[in-house]
């Protein structure tokens, strides 16, 4: 499978602990994006990376959160000090360059924080 | 001002029927991509078409098309002949050039295809 892979699928945890989930992207893929999706909205926008260089954050990307994308290939997303209110779907994309192409997305980690 | 507008939030359609999405988007940018996603109960999103803002032509890809109609801003998804398996969340996806490359999306349109 050379598709867009996010793990883990889903992730309980307490409110306040930390909670990290990782991206590989499709391997060319130079671009990678992380959305956040609640039930019944679309995908908001958190950070993006143009391979290992992150250019844009979201006024959403609180402190608690945090990005990488080391040596420019897989992504993790790092949520400190979880809330009931971070409880959502978290989705991964990557693009290549190009700017008249779709981004792929993975599957998505459905984080539950109770 | 919201950059993509999805003013339905459901639709119903008749199996076999064509069907019309909406979507609007606001931008200053010159240079702009416009995408439809579907997403199934399952959470997938799957590509649907693509339109480049300096496209001529209405994109199309199968039953897929979109109407773009540049001075008015919109950039509606038409599936034509709407089957079972097009029962899903549809959004629609903006990404400008001066505005990082990322997309930004709307709420989106339930579609139900009734039998």
């Known amino acids: 499978d050379t598709g867009v892979s996010q793990n883990p699928r889903h992730k309980i945890t307490k409110r306040g602990q930390n909670v990290t989930f990782r991206c590989d992207p499709i391997s060319e893929h130079n671009r990678l994006y992380w959305y956040r999706q609640t039930l019944g909205q679309g995908p908001e926008f958190l950070t993006y990376?143009?391979?290992?260089?992150?250019?844009?954050k979201s006024r959403l990307l609180s402190d608690r959160f945090s990005a990488e994308r080391p040596k420019g290939s897989f992504s993790t997303l790092e949520i400190q000090r979880t809330e009931q209110g971070d409880s959502a779907m978290y989705l991964c994309a990557s693009s290549p360059l190009r700017m008249n192409t779709e981004a792929f997305f993975g599957q998505g980690t459905r984080l539950t924080v109770v | 001002a919201q950059k993509i507008t999805q003013t339905q939030p459901g639709m119903f359609v008749q199996e076999k029927e064509a069907v019309t999405l909406d979507c609007t988007y606001d931008?200053?940018?010159?240079?702009?991509?416009l995408f439809w996603y579907k997403q199934p109960s399952s959470g997938e999103m799957i590509f649907l078409i693509y339109?480049?803002?300096?496209?001529?032509q209405n994109a199309t890809e199968g039953r897929y098309s979109l109407n773009f109609q540049k001075a008015r801003k919109s950039a509606n998804l038409v599936i034509s002949a709407s089957q079972l398996g097009d029962s899903a969340m549809y959004f629609c996806?903006?990404?400008?050039?001066?505005?990082?490359?990322?997309?930004?999306f709307g709420g989106g349109t339930r579609l139900m295809v009734k039998p």
């Open positions: 990376f143009q391979n290992e260089a992150q250019l844009e």
């Open positions: 996806a903006m990404r400008e050039r001066n505005a990082g490359n990322m997309l930004t």
């Open positions: 339109q480049g803002s300096y496209d001529e």
């Open positions: 931008t200053s940018d010159q240079s702009y991509g």
